[in-house]
C-alpha cells in the first residue's frame, strides 16, 4: 500500500500508472493502512485522484472537508503551467454533496465569482488546431472562427454548452464543466433556514437591486455580492440555453444535448427562483412561452416534466394554474410513450417528488392510476420501488375496488400493451420491443376483433371511471402470451404492490369498502390470468390479507355469509385455491360468533357447520376422485378445527362432530392422504382429533378456548397487582425450568 500512495503521488510517474493506483487504492477502501494526505500535492490532476482515494475512505479525521480546502486553494493559486484548474471541479462538486457548508465563506465566494467568469466570459471563438511540427508544416495558420449555434449560426451572445465548433479553448471546456457541476453547489450553498424568512419579501420587490442589476449590464451585476453574482450569471446562462433550445439542430446529437440542456436549464430556474423570488415572473415569461412550443411535439416529454414541477412549486406564488400541464401529462406521456424507459422512470420519479404539491382539488393524479399503471406494468422490474413509494398516495377510497381488479390484472395490461405496439403503424419500421420468439398471431386478430374492443379499451383506459369489468375473455385470449418474459417480470412484481396496497387502503376503508374488498378477493381468487407461478404468489398475499381484513372488521363473516357459503361449498374450491379456502374456512370459526356480531344465529352457525361437515367427510371418507389430487392434511385440519369451534357455540352439534373426529382417530393410511400417504400427515391429523375430542369433552372449557371473550384476547394481568395470576404463572415457571435443569433466578 505504501508503494502505491508513494506511486500515486510522484509528479514524475506517468499519468495512466497513477490511475491505475489510485483505482486499486478505491478497491481496497476503507483501509485502516492508508496514510494518503493532500496538504503537500501542487498538481490539480494529482490532486483529483487522491481525491477520489480520500473521498473513498468515508469522512475520516475531517477529511472531506480538507479535501475541499486544498481543492480551493490550488483553485486559488492560479498555477500558468500544469492541467489546469479543469481537474478540480468534479473534486469540489462531490466535496459539496458529501458535506454541504464545510467550506469557508472566504473560499465559497471565490469558487462563486470564478464560476461566474467560466459561465459568462469563456471566448466565443474556436480553439486553435495544433500544429502538426513536420516540416512543410504551414506557416500561416488559418485563424480560428467565431463559435457556431446548433443551426449552424455564427453564435452572437456568450459561449455555453450549446455552442459548437471544430475545437475548444481551455476555458470553453471549464464552461462546460461548470454548467454540470451549477445546480449541485447551488443546492448546497443556498440561503439557509434563517434567511428563508425573508423570501416572501424579497418576491414582492419585483424590482429589487438584483432584478434590476441582472437584467442590465453584466459590469452593473459586480456590485452583488459574489452569491447573488453567480445566481444572476447562472439565470442568465438559463435565459440563453432556452433560446438556444428553440434552434433546429443540424445533427441528431447536438438535438439530443438541447433536450438534456433544456431540462437541467429548467432544473436550474426552478432552483434560482427559490433561492431569489426575484426571478420568478421572469422564470415564467420565458417557461410560457416554451411550454406552448413544447406541448405539441412529443419528442421533447422530458422537458415538460421539469416545466411541471416548476409550475407545481410556484404557480401559487406567481397565480398561476398547473392543471392544465399537469392533466396534458398525466392523460398523453403514459398512454402514448410508455415504451421509452428513459421517459417511465423520470415521469415516475417527477410523481414521487412532487406528491407534497398535488392538490386534493385538482382531480388529476389519483384519478390516472390506469394510466401510471402502463409503465409500472411494462417496466415493472425498474420501476417497482418507484410504485411502492406511489402507490399508498394513488389509494383513494372511492377507486379502490378499480384499483384492486387492476393491480389483479397488471400482467394482462402488460400483454395488452405488447399487443398494441404489435398492431401500431410503426411497429413494422420501428425496432420491436417486445419478444420478437413469440408470434401471437391468434391474439393479434383478438386485439382488432370489435368482439373484444371494449374489454381492451376499458383495460388500456387513461382515467379511473368507478366502474370494473370481468376480464375472463380477454385471460383467455391473451393467455398464448403468458410466458412472455415481460409479462412472467410483470406478475413477480405483483404480490409486493398487493401488499403495500392493503397497507394503504386499511386506513381509509370504512365497513363497506372492506366488505367490497373481501368480496373481490373472494370472486378473483379463482379468476387470474395464468402466468407461470403467479396463482400461487397471489393466493399467498390474498389469503393473508383477507384474514386481515376479517381482523380488522370481524362483522364480515356475518355479513358475507352467503358468499361465503358459496365459496366453501366446493371440493373443487380446495385443489384450486388451497391457500384462500384455508383462510376462509379459519375466519369462519374464528369470527363467527355472537361476541363479534350480535347479528349472529343458530341457524348461521347450523348451516355452515352442515356445509363444512359435508365437505370434511367428502374428502376423507369418500372414495377419492381420480381427477382430483389427494385433499392437503392443512385443510383436513383446518375443517376439523372450525367444526369443533362452531359446535362448541352451538352444543346441540358436539354429538355430530364427535362422530367425525372418532373415525378421523382412526383414519387409516387411505383417501384423504392418496395412494402413497406419508405417515406424519395422518400423524398430524390423528393427533389434532384426538386434541379437539378431549376438549369437547368439558363443554364449558371449549367455549372459553375456541371463543374468549375480549378480557381474555387482550389480557392486562401482568400489570394487575390485585390478582394472583401472575404469582401462579411465575411460580409455576420457575418449577418447569427447576425440572429442566436450568438454573432458577
Known amino acids: 500500500m505504501d508503494l502505491l500512495q508513494t506511486t500515486l503521488c510522484s509528479p514524475t510517474c506517468p499519468e495512466q500508472l497513477q490511475l491505475l493506483c489510485a483505482a486499486i487504492l478505491r478497491e481496497m477502501a476503507p483501509s485502516e493502512g492508508l496514510a494518503l494526505s493532500c496538504d503537500h500535492i501542487q498538481n490539480s490532476r494529482t490532486l483529483s485522484l487522491a481525491a477520489s482515494v480520500l473521498l473513498a475512505q468515508g469522512d475520516r479525521q475531517d477529511e472531506v472537508r480538507n479535501v475541499g480546502q486544498r481543492a480551493l486553494q490550488l483553485l486559488e493559486a492560479r498555477q500558468p503551467e500544469g492541467p489546469g484548474p479543469r481537474p478540480l471541479l468534479p473534486v469540489l462538486s462531490k466535496v459539496v454533496s458529501l458535506a454541504p457548508g464545510t467550506l469557508p465563506q472566504a473560499q465559497a465566494d471565490l469558487l462563486h465569482r470564478r464560476l461566474v467568469d467560466w459561465l459568462r466570459y469563456a471566448s466565443i471563438q474556436q480553439g486553435a488546431a495544433q500544429p502538426s511540427g513536420g516540416f512543410f508544416s504551414a506557416p500561416r495558420t488559418r485563424q480560428p472562427g467565431p463559435v457556431t449555434e446548433v443551426d449552424g449560426a455564427v453564435a452572437t451572445d456568450f459561449f455555453t454548452v450549446l455552442s459548437t465548433g471544430q475545437r475548444f479553448t481551455e476555458d470553453q471546456r471549464l464552461n462546460v464543466q461548470a454548467f454540470s457541476m451549477l445546480r449541485t453547489w447551488l443546492l448546497s450553498s443556498g440561503p439557509t433556514s434563517a434567511g428563508a424568512a425573508d423570501a ?14 441582472s437584467a442590465t449590464s453584466a459590469t452593473a451585476s459586480h456590485l452583488l455580492p459574489p452569491q447573488q453574482q453567480l445566481r444572476a450569471g447562472a439565470f442568465e446562462y438559463c435565459q440563453r440555453l432556452l433560446e438556444q433550445s428553440t434552434r433546429r439542430a443540424l445533427r441528431r446529437g447536438d438535438s439530443d444535448l438541447q433536450k438534456s440542456c433544456l431540462v437541467e436549464a429548467v432544473l436550474l430556474l426552478d432552483v434560482l427562483c427559490r433561492q431569489e423570488p426575484s426571478f420568478l415572473y421572469r422564470a415564467l415569461s420565458c417557461l410560457k412561452a416554451l411550454l406552448g412550443r413544447l406541448c405539441g411535439d412529443p419528442a421533447q416529454a422530458r422537458a415538460l416534466l421539469p416545466i411541471a414541477r416548476f409550475l407545481l412549486s410556484h404557480g401559487e406564488a406567481a397565480a398561476v394554474d398547473s392543471e392544465a400541464i399537469c392533466q396534458h401529462l398525466f392523460s398523453s406521456v403514459p398512454a402514448e410513450l410508455f415504451p421509452s424507459p428513459m421517459l417511465a422512470f423520470e415521469f415516475a420519479q417527477f410523481c414521487r417528488d412532487s406528491l407534497h404539491l398535488f392538490s386534493p382539488d385538482q382531480g388529476i393524479f389519483k384519478p390516472s392510476f390506469p394510466n401510471l399503471f402502463k409503465l409500472l406494468a411494462w417496466h415493472s422490474p425498474a420501476l417497482t420501488s418507484e410504485f411502492v413509494v406511489l402507490l399508498p398516495a394513488l389509494v383513494d377510497a372511492g377507486t379502490a375496488v378499480e384499483m384492486l381488479h387492476a393491480l389483479l390484472d397488471l400482467p394482462c395490461l402488460t400483454a395488452a400493451l405488447d399487443l398494441q405496439l404489435r398492431s401500431s403503424p410503426a411497429a413494422s419500421s420501428e425496432r420491436p420491443l417486445w419478444d420478437i420468439s413469440l408470434r401471437p398471431t391468434s391474439c393479434l386478430e383478438g ?11 376499458y383495460l388500456l ?34 404480490p409486493t404492490l398487493l401488499q403495500v396496497f392493503f397497507a394503504a387502503v386499511t386506513q381509509v376503508a370504512d365497513g363497506a369498502l372492506t366488505a367490497q374488498l373481501a368480496l373481490v378477493l373472494l370472486e378473483r ?21 383477507f384474514l386481515a381484513l376479517c381482523r380488522l372488521r370481524p362483522a364480515l363473516v356475518v355479513e358475507l355469509a352467503r358468499d361465503l357459503l358459496d365459496f366453501v361449498g366446493s371440493v373443487s374450491g380446495i385443489h384450486s385455491r388451497e391457500r384462500m379456502f384455508t383462510a376462509v374456512v379459519w375466519a369462519v370459526g374464528e369470527y363467527l360468533a355472537v361476541s363479534y356480531d350480535r347479528r349472529c344465529t343458530v341457524e348461521q352457525v347450523n348451516r355452515f357447520f352442515e356445509s363444512l361437515e359435508a365437505l370434511l367427510f367428502e374428502v376423507t371418507q369418500s372414495r377419492r376422485s381420480a381427477t ?11 375443517l376439523m378445527t372450525t367444526l369443533t369451534k362452531l359446535a362448541s357455540r352451538s352444543q346441540d352439534l358436539i354429538p355430530r362432530v364427535s362422530l367425525l373426529l372418532s373415525k378421523l382417530r382412526a383414519l387409516p393410511q387411505g383417501p384423504a392422504m392418496g395412494s402413497a400417504p406419508r405417515d406424519e400427515d395422518t400423524d398430524t391429523i390423528r393427533t389434532r382429533a384426538t386434541e379437539l375430542t378431549n376438549l369437547l369433552k368439558m363443554p364449558s372449557v371449549a367455549q372459553f378456548v375456541f371463543t374468549p371473550g375480549t378480557e381474555a384476547s387482550t389480557p392486562r394481568f401482568h400489570r394487575d397487582a390485585n390478582t394472583a395470576l401472575p404469582l401462579a404463572l ?12 436450568l438454573p432458577v433466578a
Open 447 to 457: 386485439f382488432r376483433d370489435p368482439q373484444f374492443q371494449g374489454l381492451f379499451q
Open 200 to 213: 416572501d419579501d424579497r418576491s414582492e420587490l419585483e424590482g429589487s437591486t438584483l432584478s434590476v442589476l
Open 461 to 494: 383506459r387513461t382515467k379511473a371511471g368507478g366502474i370494473t369489468k370481468r376480464l375472463a375473455p380477454l385471460h383467455r385470449l391473451l393467455q398464448p402470451m403468458a410466458s412472455c418474459a415481460r409479462v412472467v417480470q410483470c406478475a413477480e412484481a405483483v
Open 730 to 741: 411465575h411460580t409455576v415457571s420457575r418449577l418447569m425450568d427447576r425440572e429442566a435443569g
Open 525 to 545: 381468487s379463482n379468476f387470474l390470468f395464468q402466468v407461470p407461478q403467479y396463482e400461487a404468489q397471489v393466493h399467498r398475499v390474498m389469503s393473508s390479507q
Open 628 to 638: 382430483l389430487p389427494p385433499c392437503p392434511p392443512q385443510v383436513v385440519t383446518v
